[in-house]
């Protein structure tokens, strides 16, 4: 695939260009280029979790409506159906906006597009306690894994989650992959779940100062 080739040929020089240009490590070239990655996609994602929060809201609040259905067409699925996503178009729910799905493609895109060019790169440096980016490294994959867990419960609702499962899947994924890659990758990871957290961050702020505003609960 051409394209793709060219962008993960972007990624690799320009995570060169900072290390070579800037006289930084090849590491901090690689935190440099994941911060600035991220916070240009930060508009769409940080408002694509907004909207998910107002849609997770919105479904809560029509609940008792949709349990009244089920009762009333527990025999008719087709209308059940049909009268579901009436309630859920009348209340502005959308599971799929567009929002959403460039958000999705984004992220993807990048991340799949970071991650080939990681693993195709040769690297030779070193970062705080790791001896070479190049090869896994243990602690660092625990400190993504945690990351990991920090940012999923972090999200507004997430305490409202009674399976903690939902949590350390993830959590304990990240770990199982980052051990049998470069600690490079493991850098970007690290660096990425640190941006998800402060964007998190911010969501709940803002969540916060509409839950102030007069004529709120």
Same mark, same amino acid.
């Given at each position: 695939?051409?394209?793709?080739?060219?962008?993960?040929?972007?990624?690799?020089?320009?995570?060169?260009?900072?290390?070579?240009?800037?006289?930084?490590?090849?590491?901090?070239?690689?935190?440099?280029?994941?911060?600035?990655?991220?916070?240009?996609?930060?508009?769409?994602?940080?408002?694509?979790?907004?909207?998910?929060?107002?849609?997770?809201?919105?479904?809560? @609040?029509?609940?008792? /409506?949709? /349990?009244?259905?089920?009762?009333?067409?527990? /025999? @008719?699925?087709?209308?059940?159906?049909? @009268?579901?996503?009436?309630?859920?178009?009348?209340?502005?729910?959308?599971?799929?906006?567009?929002? &959403?799905?460039?958000?999705?493609?984004?992220?993807?895109?990048?991340?799949?597009?970071?991650?080939?060019?990681?693993?195709?790169?040769?690297?030779?440096?070193?970062?705080?306690?790791?001896?070479?980016?190049?090869?896994?490294?243990?602690?660092?994959?625990?400190?993504?894994?945690?990351?990991?867990?920090? &940012?999923?419960?972090?999200?507004?609702?997430?305490?409202?989650?009674?399976?903690?499962?939902?949590?350390?899947?993830?959590?304990?994924?990240?770990?199982?992959?980052?051990?049998?890659?470069?600690?490079?990758?493991?850098?970007?990871?690290?660096?990425?779940?640190?941006?998800?957290?402060?964007?998190?961050?911010?969501? @709940?702020?803002?969540?916060?100062? /509409?839950?102030?505003?007069?004529?709120?609960?």
């Amino acid at each position: 695939m051409e394209i793709w080739d060219i962008w993960t040929s972007f990624i690799a020089s320009g995570i060169d260009f900072l290390s070579m240009y800037f006289g930084v490590s090849e590491a901090l070239a690689i935190i440099i280029f994941t911060l600035l990655a991220r916070i240009m996609l930060m508009p769409i994602s940080l408002k694509s979790a907004y909207i998910m929060h107002k849609n997770k809201l919105a479904i809560e @609040r029509v609940k008792p /409506e949709i /349990e009244r259905l089920r009762d009333i067409y527990s /025999e @008719r699925p087709g209308e059940l159906a049909k @009268r579901t996503m009436a309630i859920y178009k009348e209340h502005g729910i959308k599971f799929l906006d567009k929002t &959403s799905v460039i958000n999705i493609g984004s992220q993807g895109i990048l991340g799949l597009g970071i991650f080939q060019a990681l693993r195709d790169m040769v690297f030779s440096s070193k970062f705080m306690w790791i001896a070479d980016i190049a090869k896994p490294d243990v602690i660092l994959a625990i400190i993504v894994g945690v990351f990991t867990l920090i &940012s999923m419960q972090m999200m507004p609702g997430a305490v409202e989650q009674q399976n903690l499962l939902i949590f350390l899947i993830p959590a304990i994924v990240s770990m199982f992959v980052l051990v049998s890659f470069p600690s490079a990758l493991g850098l970007y990871w690290a660096t990425s779940n640190i941006v998800t957290i402060l964007q998190t961050l911010a969501l @709940r702020l803002i969540i916060l100062k /509409e839950n102030q505003m007069p004529g709120r609960a």
